[in-house]
Each structure stands twice: as C-alpha cells, then as structure tokens.
C-alpha cells in the first residue's frame, strides 16, 4: 500500500506550486483536488466558482466513491500526494483520514481574501476554509494523524528548510528536485487550472517571499477579522525558519 498524504489548504494558498515540488519526486503521484465536484454538488451557502458545470461533469461527484476510488485507491508509486481544499471536506465520513499523513497548509486570511476576490467575489467564511482547517486541526490531533502544519509564508522565505522539515515529519528523504518545475501546466492539473493557476503556470519554483498589505472592502474586512483567530491558533503549531 502506498503512503497516502493529504495535503489540507486554504483556497488561493500556493497548494498547486507544493503539488508540483512533490511531482518532481521519483517516488511520487500527484493528485488535484480529488473532491472538488463532490463539494460542488453540496448544498451550501457559497459563492459561484468558474467553470462548476465543466467540473461537475468531468469529476466524480460522489465523495464516498471517491475516497474508495481515490484517496484509497492503488498506485504504481510508493506515495502518493493528494492537494485536498478543507472545505472540499464536507458531509463526508473522514475515517479515511486515519489511513494517511495529513497536512494543513495555511495562508494568513487578509492574504487569502484578497486573492479569492480577483475570481469570487464576496467569499463567505465556507469558501475561505480557515474556520474548517481549525476543527480538521483539532480533528486530526485527536486521531493522532497531524503530520504537519506548514504557512504559506514559510515555506515562501526558506523553500528547501520547509520542505527538509516537512519530508522529515513525512518520514520521506528530501529529494532537491522538490525545489524547481518546468514551466507550464502539469497533465495532472484539474479542469479548473485555467481559472485559478496562471501563476503557478509562469512559475519554475516557489517565488520569493514579498511582505505585503492587502486593502479590503468592508464585507471582506469582517470576513478577514472572522478568520484571524483560527488561523493564528494554526500558526502557532506551524513550521518555522527557526526549528
């Protein structure tokens, strides 16, 4: 059976570029976003994502079938790296969860809300996915199944550090190919990719670390306060530069 590593993220995080650093490893299968269909097809109060009816109609809706077929499912590699949305994980059973290594990558709000509203307007706390990470963090620490907790902003200013540290909680040996990709999309990109990754697309590594200010609309604003506490609890049990 292979090692199986969930990686948990907030939307508009640099999932897809530590998707790609774990294509580039020799004992690695990457998958996108396994249960986006399955969220889509929820009843929820959300807002309207790009091309839903084209993700729906190329993605298995049925989030059960998917953990079997999936997340579960058999592979030709030793691991196996799915890029999971926390709040893809809904009505859902999580018992899976006990079966692989799980990550939170987390993004401060004020960060993630500004980007998410370039293609969504008027996000709502379900699609930002931090109070979600918060209960999966606490979920996953219960279980025993917490591999490790990684911020966006760390990994960004010491790229090979965080990755050394996370492969080690991964119990994986760091390969230094993690560090660069080819420029472009990867064939395991979602349907989705040509809403979201233009980015990462023009990317060849993780981009250096900029300190920045994010001015917010009012709704936006109460949104991002909502968020911080939960994510500053995620913080403190993150990796860091200094470990």
Same mark, same amino acid.
Do not use: F, W, Y
């Given at each position: 059976m292979p090692q199986r590593i969930n990686a948990w993220s907030s939307p508009r995080n640099?999932?897809?570029a530590l998707m790609y650093a774990f294509a580039q490893r020799s004992d690695t299968t990457v998958v996108d976003e396994p249960l986006y269909a399955h969220y889509l097809?929820?009843?929820l109060e959300r807002a309207a994502h790009p091309g839903a009816q084209e993700i729906l109609q190329h993605q298995?809706?049925?989030g059960e079938k998917v953990v079997h077929d999936v %997340?579960?499912?058999t592979y030709n590699t030793?691991?196996?790296f799915f890029k999971q949305m926390t709040h893809h994980l809904v009505n859902l059973d999580d018992s899976f969860l006990a079966e692989c290594d799980n990550i939170l990558l987390i993004r401060p709000p004020r960060a993630i809300i500004y980007s998410y509203t370039k293609v969504v307007q008027q996000p709502s706390m379900i699609d930002v996915g931090i109070q979600q990470q918060h209960q999966l963090y606490q979920r996953l620490k219960k279980m025993g199944k917490l591999t490790a907790v990684v911020d966006c902003d760390e990994l960004l200013k010491a790229p090979e550090?965080? %990755?050394r540290q996370l492969?080690?909680?991964l119990r994986l040996p760091f390969e230094p190919g993690m560090l660069h990709w080819p420029a472009g999309p990867r064939p395991e990109d979602g349907v989705w990719a040509k809403h979201w990754y233009h980015n990462v697309h023009r990317s060849t590594g993780f981009r250096p670390y900029q300190k920045r200010t994010y001015e917010l609309p009012s709704e936006a604003e109460a949104l991002a306060q909502a968020c911080q506490p939960y994510y500053e609890a995620l913080r403190a049990a993150a990796l860091n530069t200094d470990d």
């Open positions: 640099i999932s897809t097809s929820q009843d298995e809706q049925n %997340l579960l499912g030793p691991v196996v550090r965080i %990755l492969c080690q909680c």
